[in-house]
Every structure is written in C-alpha cells, then in structure tokens.
C-alpha cells in the first residue's frame, strides 16, 4: 500500500514538476505579447507613471493608439507592401532554391556537399558589408525607392540558406525510391515531382517560414533603398514614422509591433511540427 502511494506521489511531483517547467516557458514566451497588448490600449498618462503596475491597467483602456495606426499612419499600406515582398522573394526562393539544392544533393556527390557550404557562407556574410555594392546595382537598375528594389536584393540571403538547407533534407530521402520509380518508368524529373517532391513538404515549409520571417524582420536594405513612407515595410516604416526626434509614441509602437507579429507567431504554431521536422531532417546529415 505504501509503495503504490509513494508511486502515485512521485507520478504527482512528475507532473507537477514538468508543468511548472512548461508553464514558466508559457510566460517568458507570451510576456511580450501581452505587455505589447497591454501598452497598445494604455492611456499616456498611464504609460509614463513609474509608480503605475506596467502589466496592468491602472486607468481605463483607450481605442486612441489604435486609431492612431489606422488613420494617422500608412501602417495598413506597410503591411501590404510587406506581404507582397515577402510572398514574391519566397517564390523567387522556392523557384531557385529547390533545384539547386536537389542537384548539389544529388547529381554533384562530394562537390556538391562541398559547394553547399559555400552557398550558406555567402548568407553568413552580413548586410552592412554588402548594402553598399548593392545600392550601385540598384541604381543601375533605376529601382530606387520601390518595392522592386527589395525583391531582388532580398533572395541574396534567403536563396543561400534555402538551398542548404534543402539539400540536407533531400539526403534524407532514400534514393531508393527514385531508383524503384525510373524503373518503373519516371524520368529523372518525373520522379522528382512525383516521389521526393511530396516527401520534401516538411522541408519546403521550413523554408517558406523562414523566408518570409527574414523578409518580414529585415531593416537594413529597407532603410537604404526604400525613402518614400508610402512604399515602405513594416520592418522601417514603423521605426521611422513613429519616432520623431526623442519622442516615441509607445502606445502605437507597441500596437503595430503586435499586430505585425502575432501572425508569423501563429504561423509557427500550425506548422511548429513540419517546421522542426524541416530542420531536424536538414541537419541530421550534417
């Protein structure tokens, strides 16, 4: 009797000891959202009481910060030029990355591993080294000041990281399988699409992900090639126009901030499985 209820009590301080665990990474995770929520619908006087509980309202709620977002900035506009940015470059990143990653996986052997490497050094090399040389081609190109400009600098570093991390995940499929479907009578390509194509989706997801999270975050090129308010992304356009001198409007600062990243939050969340599945397959073979 008394080892079943030292069993049941061990089971009890398991549990209790994994959710506590789970739930202090709950709200070291969701702190920041809600204390951007919060902020949004904090009146300023609220704001800047230091003797006020900043995760509480200590004064009734206010609408003004949000409406000063929809009305008093271009931040709808941001969010559109954003999504079109991001949605393009990651079509030009799939187009590219998923047939250079198969072939370096597949066609090339050891140069091809070799080669993969040197792809992801080129995403390693930072932006302040390269905005310069790129404003030139930019310039060539009289793409200044449009969302166009984006579009072709951006691949230069989703492309690298795309293509190897794709290549690891396309090692892991058997080449078994594409072998079983030639010779049942696929093409080289035929089997591609219709054999390592449907087994890659985890990893082609994670790419999708993380494409569109370094398009969607990235400040440095926006900064230097984009000046018109109108034609800015979220990434600038908030920073830039909701700061004026030392003043910062926090209420609205902190309402786009949320509004800008609860929906690649719950991005990740739907696809969190394929997502680590995606890296955990690319960097098995490593």
């Not at 080289?188 to 999270?213: C, H």
Request: glycine share 6%.
């Amino acid at each position: 009797m008394s080892m079943a209820i030292s069993g049941k009590m061990k089971k009890v301080g398991y549990r209790a000891t994994r959710y506590g665990i789970l739930g202090v990474f709950v709200i070291f995770t969701a702190l920041p959202f809600a204390w951007m929520l919060i902020t949004s619908f904090k009146e300023d006087m609220d704001l800047y009481n230091i003797n006020n509980n900043p995760f509480w309202f200590n004064l009734p709620p206010t609408l003004k910060h949000w409406d000063f977002i929809f009305t008093k900035t271009l931040y709808p506009q941001w969010l559109l030029n954003t999504s079109f940015v991001g949605i393009v470059v990651v079509g030009i990143t799939l187009l590219l990355a998923i047939p250079a990653s198969y072939s370096l996986a597949r066609l090339l052997g050891r140069w091809g591993e070799q080669l993969g490497i040197g792809i992801f050094l080129v995403y390693l090399v930072p932006p302040t080294l390269l905005f310069i040389p790129l404003a030139r081609i930019v310039t060539a190109l009289h793409l200044q000041n449009t969302l166009w400009s984006l579009i072709l600098v951006y691949p230069t570093f989703t492309i690298p990281f795309s293509t190897w991390l794709l290549m690891g995940f396309f090692k892991s499929i058997p080449r078994e399988m594409e072998e079983a479907a030639r010779i049942d009578g696929c093409s080289r390509l035929g089997a591609f699409r219709k054999i390592v194509l449907p087994l890659a989706i985890p990893g082609i997801i994670t790419v999708i992900i993380f494409a569109f999270t370094l398009c969607v975050q990235e400040f440095i090129y926006a900064l230097t090639f984009v000046t018109s308010s109108a034609k800015k992304t979220v990434s600038i356009g908030v920073p830039a126009d909701m700061v004026l001198g030392d003043v910062f409007f926090w209420g609205p600062l902190m309402g786009s901030a949320f509004l800008s990243s609860v929906p690649i939050a719950i991005l990740y969340y739907f696809f969190l499985e394929r997502f680590i599945s995606g890296f955990t397959a690319a960097g098995s073979l490593r």
